[in-house]
């Protein structure tokens, strides 16, 4: 149910944004008024800023703070992340400058490269979880999960236009001593 809910508000964000990208050539100040008003109503800043508080435990303010790698509470997340418009004029929590600049570009190039792996975990949980809780007390996973969860292997998942892809999951994986030589790397 949360799946269709996320996916629905990133329709409807991506239904807006397109909007807001639309050049209207309308001087009438009710129209751009009602258009300030609604997108001050969607507006959901990061963390302690948010009216509903922190998504998850890597939702801060200032992005000196946030992990690169996203943490499992973000990855289970239910709530979008904050990704803030590079419109001019768009909301925003900093005022004009570098400093919003900064923060604008560390958002969405984080977003850009870990939405994927964030997506292929969240969908590979969901899909485990499904199929424990589909089958009553012997636990029958489908061949394709079975097949992963013993020995690794692909994970393809599609959950419409922008929700598909594939993630390679290991197994039994253990980290050994990392040793840097000052030659070699």
Same mark, same amino acid.
């Given at each position: 149910?949360?799946? &269709?809910?996320?996916?629905?508000?990133? @329709?409807?964000?991506?239904? !807006? !944004?397109?909007?807001?990208?639309?050049?209207?050539? /309308?001087? $009438?100040?009710?129209?751009?008024?009602? +258009? +300030?008003?609604?997108?001050?109503?969607?507006? $959901?800043?990061?963390?302690?800023?948010?009216?509903?508080?922190?998504?998850?435990?890597?939702?801060?303010?200032?992005?000196?703070?946030?992990?690169?790698?996203?943490?499992?509470?973000? &990855? @289970?997340?239910?709530?979008?992340?904050? @990704?803030?418009?590079?419109?001019?004029?768009?909301?925003?929590?900093?005022?004009?400058?570098?400093?919003?600049? @900064? $923060?604008?570009?560390? +958002?969405?190039?984080?977003? $850009?490269?870990?939405?994927?792996?964030?997506?292929?975990? /969240?969908?590979?949980?969901?899909?485990?979880?499904?199929?424990?809780? /589909?089958?009553?007390?012997? &636990?029958?996973?489908?061949?394709?999960?079975?097949?992963?969860?013993?020995?690794?292997?692909?994970?393809?998942?599609?959950?419409?236009?922008?929700?598909?892809?594939?993630? !390679?999951?290991?197994?039994?994986? +253990?980290?050994?001593?990392?040793?840097?030589?000052?030659?070699?790397?």
């Amino acid at each position: 149910m949360h799946k &269709i809910a996320s996916d629905l508000y990133r @329709l409807k964000t991506t239904y !807006q !944004q397109s909007l807001e990208q639309q050049q209207f050539s /309308s001087t $009438d100040p009710l129209i751009k008024l009602a +258009r +300030r008003v609604d997108a001050e109503r969607i507006y $959901d800043p990061p963390g302690e800023l948010s009216k509903n508080g922190k998504r998850h435990d890597n939702d801060f303010e200032e992005v000196s703070n946030i992990l690169i790698i996203p943490t499992n509470k973000e &990855i @289970l997340s239910d709530r979008s992340p904050f @990704l803030p418009s590079t419109l001019h004029n768009s909301l925003h929590f900093l005022p004009d400058g570098p400093a919003r600049l @900064l $923060d604008t570009q560390f +958002r969405l190039l984080r977003e $850009d490269l870990l939405n994927p792996i964030r997506g292929g975990l /969240s969908n590979l949980l969901t899909a485990l979880l499904q199929e424990y809780h /589909s089958s009553t007390n012997d &636990i029958k996973l489908s061949k394709e999960l079975k097949k992963i969860q013993d020995g690794g292997g692909r994970f393809s998942y599609n959950n419409g236009v922008n929700e598909n892809g594939d993630l !390679q999951v290991y197994t039994n994986i +253990r980290f050994a001593n990392i040793i840097c030589d000052k030659r070699k790397g």
